[in-house]
Each structure stands twice: as structure tokens, then as C-alpha cells.
């Protein structure tokens, strides 16, 4: 079934772990209560008990093992395949072959069939299909080889565990445990290709193939959200749209080549600058927008400064500096997604008609004269170098 090739590898390695301490401890109880109503019979000779020793202390060696986290999952379930290949095998030789048909050693066999499927289940999880397989047909051929000779020589029939027919039922039935196992496992790894192909599918359909930021369409989805969310619940939030200056001189000057690797080194120190929570994307051309949940105004004109600042400082190409012109628009009280993109656009288109490199804040309405407007941090003072 090959689980570590699923998305949700480490909760399913942690769900394995478990279920093999629960094996384990299970057959340590089966085991000991086997061996408790052999004594009470008197049926305990000194091999049984031998034997006895040998399942129950091999059992609580495992429990302690699947509760040790310091080994390794691969080393827990290789110790234990064959510790419980070793045990199933010895104790078939022995019921067959020193003990029958004495009730004691059909009650073993009876054992045997009862928990033999399990050694199958446990292949298909520690092994890959195809390998599971091979070892699971290699296994039934030594239960086949192992217990064929006692069929052949019990023919005449006595017990329920003579002659060829009731083996016969076994082999079939093993097989057909192995087939479904491998049924099961190819669906399962269908089910989990498809699942990857759907995630790579909506990657694709909410990310930006050059930056890998998100897209217009997946931000104004999250927008979207955001307004509803804010409508139930009352939380602020806020957008930093931003546009990079003078970039067509870069393209004109450098090729698109250029272009593309300014954008993509932008998208850089975004993802570098925000919170989990926040979003940044591409919303088209040169121009990015942020998602700032849970942000009120003055906070988020706080960390537009601190990220024109970083741009400032950081982002260059060809020796020369590449700066932003930056608008900051809040929530407001009937706003919708159009009227506040619309804000932060017309602060934007501000900053870059005041020379660029600056941070301007959103008006309180656009009709508004310009003494109105809410305080900015304006450092046009300084204007950007020609890129």
C-alpha cells in the first residue's frame, strides 16, 4: 500500500505504530491465556512450555518495542514480521508435526489459520506492492511446502486437519487474502495519484506560474471571504497594494528577461515579510497586493513603510536600485470588494504621481478634498533612481 507516499505520511506512520502495539499486546494476551489453560490441564510438558516462553516473551518484546519511539517505524515492523513469520512457522512444524492430533495441537493450527492473515496485512504495510507480493506468495509457498507432507500422510481422514481438502481451503483462501490485499493496494495507489494531480491542478489554478505567489483570481477569493468574514465577526483588516517603479524601463533597457527576475526576486522579500496569515499576490503586471487579516489602518501603514523600506534596500538589479510606490486601504463600514481594490488603487496611483518610493494611505472618500485625507507616510522626498 506503500502509505509513505501519501500526503499525510507522518499521521499514518503514527496510526501504524499504534495498531502494531495493539497487535502485539493483543497476542501477548492470547499467548499467556493459552498457556495458563495448558498448565491448568496438565497438557504443559516441558517443550510446550519451551514454546510458550518463546510466543509470549517474543510478544512482549514487540509490545515494548512498538511503545519505544526512539526505533525507527521500519525497524519496529522488520522486527516484527519476522519475529511473527518465525513464531507462525515454528509452531506449524510443531502442532503438524510433533504434537498431532492431539486437541492441543489442533488448537494451535485452529490459532494459526485465525491470525495467518495477518502476516499478509503486515507485508502489504511494510513493504511496496509489487515487493509484497513476492514475499507473500514466497511465504504461502512455505506454508504449502511445510504442511503439504502431513496432508499427503493423513489421508485417510480422522480429524477436521486431515488430508488434502481442508489444506486445499487454506492455500485458496490465503491466496485469495493476497489478491485483495494487492486489489486494495493498486486502488490505494490510484486514489492517492489522483489526489496529488488534484492538488497540482488547484496549485496551478491559484498560483502565479512566475512568482509563485497567488493569483488575482485565488486573492480575490480571499477578499471575498474576508468581507463576509469581517460582516459576521466584525474583524479589521486591510490591503497594501504596490507597484513597482519605472519597471518598463527595465523590460526596454534589459529584455523581459530582466523583467521577470525583478518580479520574481519581489515576490521574495514578500513572502519573506508577513505573517502566516497574510497573503501576498500578483495582481497583475508589476503590481502586487497584500491581505493583511486582523489590521487595522494604522498598523498596516506601519508595515507598508517597513516594506517599501526593504525593497528599497534590497532589491536591485544591474547595480541599480528598484523601489515601489505603495497604497494602503482599511475596511470600512459598507465597503465592498470593488470600493476598497478601488481605495488602495487611487492611494497607489498617488504615490507614484508624487515620484514613487512612498507610502500613501487611503482618503477617507474619494470626493473628498485632499485636506481630509488621512496622514501619510510620504517619502517622495527622496526619490528612486532611474532603474
Keep these: 500500500m506503500d502509505p509513505e507516499s501519501s500526503p499525510n505520511a507522518e499521521p499514518f506512520s503514527k496510526l501504524r505504530r499504534r495498531i502494531y502495539f495493539v497487535f502485539c499486546f493483543i497476542g501477548l494476551i492470547a499467548s499467556t491465556i493459552g498457556y495458563i489453560f495448558a498448565l491448568s490441564s496438565g497438557e504443559a510438558d516441558f517443550i510446550r512450555q519451551l514454546i510458550s516462553f518463546l510466543v509470549i516473551g517474543t510478544f512482549i518484546v514487540m509490545t515494548l518495542l512498538a511503545l519505544w519511539t526512539r526505533i525507527s517505524l521500519a525497524r ?13 512457522l515454528i509452531t506449524l512444524v510443531y502442532a503438524l508435526y510433533i504434537e498431532y492430533p492431539i486437541p492441543l495441537a489442533q488448537d494451535l493450527i485452529l490459532a494459526l489459520l485465525l491470525w495467518f492473515p495477518g502476516v499478509y496485512v503486515m507485508i502489504f504495510f511494510v513493504f511496496k506492492t509489487q515487493k509484497a507480493v513476492l514475499i507473500g506468495s514466497i511465504l504461502l509457498f512455505i506454508v504449502m511446502a511445510l504442511s503439504l507432507p502431513h496432508a499427503l500422510r493423513t489421508l485417510n481422514r480422522v480429524t477436521v486437519f486431515d488430508g488434502i481438502t481442508p489444506f486445499l481451503q487454506i492455500y485458496l483462501s490465503h491466496i485469495f487474502i493476497i489478491l485483495a490485499l494487492y486489489g486494495f493496494a493498486v486502488f490505494r495507489a490510484h486514489g492517492v495519484k489522483q489526489q496529488k494531480i488534484a492538488q497540482s491542478f488547484k496549485a496551478l489554478a491559484s498560483t502565479d506560474a512566475l512568482t509563485g505567489l497567488a493569483n488575482r483570481r485565488h486573492m480575490t477569493d480571499l477578499l471575498t471571504l474576508e468581507l463576509t468574514r469581517q460582516e459576521r465577526y466584525k474583524h479589521d483588516f486591510s490591503i497594501i497594494m504596490l507597484d513597482l517603479d519605472k519597471f518598463k524601463q527595465v523590460n526596454d533597457v534589459y529584455g523581459h528577461d530582466a523583467g521577470d527576475e525583478v518580479l520574481k526576486q519581489t515576490a521574495n522579500i514578500l513572502k519573506e515579510s508577513f505573517r502566516a496569515s497574510d497573503t501576498a499576490a500578483r495582481w497583475g503586471g508589476e503590481e502586487f497586493l497584500i491581505l493583511l487579516p ?49 481605495r488602495a488603487d487611487d492611494a497607489l496611483y498617488k504615490a507614484k504621481s508624487k515620484g514613487g518610493n512612498s507610502v500613501i494611505n ?8 485632499s485636506e481630509l485625507q488621512e496622514p501619510s507616510l510620504d517619502t517622495s522626498e527622496s526619490p528612486a533612481e532611474p532603474a
Design 76 to 88: 519496529l515492523e522488520q522486527s516484527l514480521f519476522v519475529s511473527v513469520v518465525s513464531l507462525s
Design 362 to 369: 487611503e482618503t477617507l472618500d474619494p470626493d473628498e478634498s
Design 294 to 342: 486582523e489590521t487595522q489602518n494604522d498598523n498596516s501603514l506601519f508595515v507598508a513603510e517597513n516594506l517599501r523600506k526593504q525593497i528599497e534596500t534590497q532589491l536591485h538589479y544591474d547595480k541599480k536600485r528598484i523601489t515601489i510606490s505603495v497604497g494602503v486601504a482599511s475596511f470600512r463600514a459598507a465597503d465592498s470588494l470593488r470600493s476598497l481594490v478601488k
